[in-house]
């Protein structure tokens, strides 16, 4: 694991997006394991460095399966809770139609079921010590950053460029409007690392990736 910030690791072995681990004490998170097919790696490199079995919690951004998809192999072998926004969790059951034509072709790549359930947020929550559940919605509805200290943890709510904050495309985003709030919400945090779910970690200063 890559050491980001006192506590902060970035997986090496998670597919299909950035993986992150928290420690706190004898506990451990794990934020969006990734795809399916990478998570007997996440499991070998949580073993490997000692953690497996502390894991308590996965915390996940939001349901694309690129970040939840190895949640339930994690949680079937650890017990975890796995935290979830609510607005996503019916994306996932299929009680809820996606945004846009491309999400719906994504909906036909299933998650798998998880063994414990999923415990949702609504944002506000403090799902695992020191971290907090901020509501980002418009990649998608139920949408989830998480902070920790002066991490910002973004999922998929915005990328960073050298230049600034920017958004995915529009058939990857369920409401324009609120990702672009999201976006600003997360500029004023006053972060100081900004962990995206795709591409390089950045330090941030006054909300503006640099290097």
């Known amino acids: 694991m890559e050491s980001i910030y006192p506590s902060v690791y970035r997986l090496q072995h998670s597919a299909g997006s950035n993986g992150y681990v928290v420690l706190d004490g004898g506990r451990v998170a794990v934020i969006d394991p990734g795809l399916p097919f990478g998570a007997d790696a996440v499991l070998r490199e949580l073993r490997s460095a000692a953690l497996l079995d502390k894991v308590t919690d996965v915390l996940v951004t939001h349901s694309d399966v ?8 994690l949680q079937a072998a650890t017990g975890a809770r796995v ?26 790549w299933p ?3 998880f063994e414990h359930g999923l ?12 971290i907090k559940a901020l509501a980002t919605p418009g990649h998608t509805p139920g949408h989830m950053a998480f902070v920790f200290r002066e991490v910002v943890f973004a999922g998929d709510a915005v990328l960073g460029t050298p230049r600034g904050f920017r958004q995915l495309p529009g058939f990857l985003t369920s409401d324009r409007d609120q990702a672009l709030a999201s976006e600003r919400l997360i500029e004023g945090l006053g972060a100081r690392w900004f962990c995206p779910g795709h591409g390089r970690l950045r330090e941030l200063t006054s909300g503006v990736p640099r290097g």
């Not at 609510?86 to 994306?91: E, Q, T, V, Y």
Request: glycine letters at 16%; proline letters at 8%.
């Open 111 to 113: 998650v798998s079921p």
């Open 119 to 130: 415990t949702l947020l609504d944002g506000g929550e403090e799902p695992f010590p020191g």
């Open 83 to 108: 935290w979830l926004g609510r607005d996503d969790a019916g994306l996932l059951d299929g009680t809820r139609r996606a945004a846009t034509g491309f999400r719906r072709l994504l909906a036909f």
């Open 66 to 73: 690129d970040h939840i998809g190895a949640a339930p192999a």
